[in-house]
């Protein structure tokens, strides 16, 4: 296991990611699904500790749960397990009537089985880790406790870990509930008296904190057939006899709290970021996330499916002085993004964040000063004042300048990795310590944070203009990431060749290169397993690619896997279009050129060299054809970027030319 991480420091942000499924929605479908008659397919089901807590708990309790793979594109490391789960719903009575259950540090998982295990009628010992045993469970253990269940608790009061014993449940009087310490608390309850099958009334004594999971649940639940008449924020009806049934196949919504990083990240550092997973119609809260972003200055787009962040048009991000009862997880990304506002930032009524996975006021607090913030806390607040010319180290707070590092403790919070990979796009290198973290929620986080910070160096030419070599021996010398475009596009026609698929059927040859079985071992290009490095180098597959480069669709099925090659510390990524649309943010943009007649000499030495056959007149004229054809096509033509670098290496040997694009990449301080 990696103890830490570093990120470099980082210039920008700008791109798009696809988001894991929300946590929230995860777990609650599960617990319904296995309630409820019939058997529920949910797709995209988060993949991450916090989900495999609860599959493992309601297998325990002898519920069905069948994993039905998802297909994730080979090559791509970003693991945001999309798969597919099917329940086979016990209609609200476990059949396993004795377990012990062990609940990790996952609330979303033992506040809700908690109420749905005790009115269940057997006997259960629920635990977590020891950081679980100190998150009160006892309003919820009240609340059950006046309806006549039995629950216990084993170590310290008003805490797990729990045993439950089987009971005469009575409905008779309204359960009367705090809302301040935690909403799962509610979310619980809500959830498991329906099985009670008798009418069940909630009151709330308190204010209710977190109102909008609230709705996450009490739409899930309708989804369920199960209908809770509401009075304001106050009561709760649950009316007689109603029983879950499964609504067939459900789809879980991208998760809204990690959105979050991405959208801050484009405010910071420029974006445009566009999350996909989650839109204008989310059932979330933390949607609304992106109003506190735009609040700040920052521009935001909302979508059915996506929501995009850019930094402000001008200026710095606004300080701000909010209430964030509404978005508790979420609000720790504004904690973050108010190092880089202009003044002092204020997020109020968030006393929940003391007793979540850490006292995350307190370990907010400890890290910010870190970088150089000034932080005052208070029982339901924090606010924060970033260092004046932004984190220490850097000029102005956006000139990268490399030092020692600032190592930053993730107290076992998820969301204090994730949010403090943010703190890298001022320039500085930030060192995340115990980053494995992020799986309760996000394993492939820092991938995707990766995928849309990583520094990117563009080298784009035409045939035999020497950059894959160059880019290569660049990527060498950085320590960076290397990507040979072109590579894609010949195994793309060879594959089309060898499956007997004509170069011109666009659909079909577009379908190949969106599942191309290629892996890339070393200096070994491996396609289904059999080594073509030598193969793809052919001239016919060099001719084949650049017939099939030319077909938008199969452009299209390779720009996702081209993009996922961006990961830390960075990239050198050679081909013809890496700067004008597969990477165009990239750092540095270099277009590198050279006379048709000193491309066609360079080709005429190599071929020879390898004591093959060569004409130099058949050479020139089949480079002129195919710089012709990767000019000319409709999408993607072979041109130089307004803001790349031009260097001409007709007179160069390799040398000259890779010290040439070294002194660009230097000048960009990468
Ligand atoms: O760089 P190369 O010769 O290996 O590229 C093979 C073909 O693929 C070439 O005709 C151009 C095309 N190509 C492209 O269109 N876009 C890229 N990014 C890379 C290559």
New binding site residues.
Partial sequence: MMDSLNLPPLRGAAGSVRLPGSKSISNRMLLLAALAEGNTEIRDLLDSDDTRVMLAALEKVGVGVLCIPGNPLRGQGTALGANAYRVSGCGGVFPVKDADLFMGNAGTAIRPLTAALALSGGHYRLSGVPRMHERPIGDLVDGLLQIGADVRYTGQNGFPPLAIHPSQVKLSAPIRLRGDVSSQFLTALLMALPLAGAEAVIEMTTELISKPYIEITLNLMARFGVKVQREGWQRFTIAAGQRYRSPGVLHVEGDASAASYFLAAGAIGGGPVRVEGVGRNSIQGDVRFADALQAMGARIEWGEQHIEARAPAAGRLKAFDLDLNHIPDAAMTLAVAALFADGRCVLRNIASWRVKETDRIAAMATELRKLGATVEEGADFIAVTGPRSGIPGTQSGTAPTFQAGIAIDTYDDHRMAMCFSLAALGGVQVTINDPQCVNKTFPGYFDAFAGITAPVIAIDGP?ASGK?TVAQRVADALGFHFLD???L??LTALAAMKARVTLEDEPGVAALAGQLPADFEGDRILLSGEDVTEAIRAEEV?VG??KV?ALPAVRAALLDRQRAYRRFPGLVAD????ASVVFPDAAAKVFLAASAEARAERRYKQLIAKGMPANMHALLQDLQE?DAR?AQRSV?PLKQCDDADRVDTTEMDIEAAVAAVMSIVKQQRL
């Fill in positions: 045939s894959g475009s072109g590579a596009y010949r060099g690619a650049s480069a081909g013809r279009d890496m195919r990767d993607a």
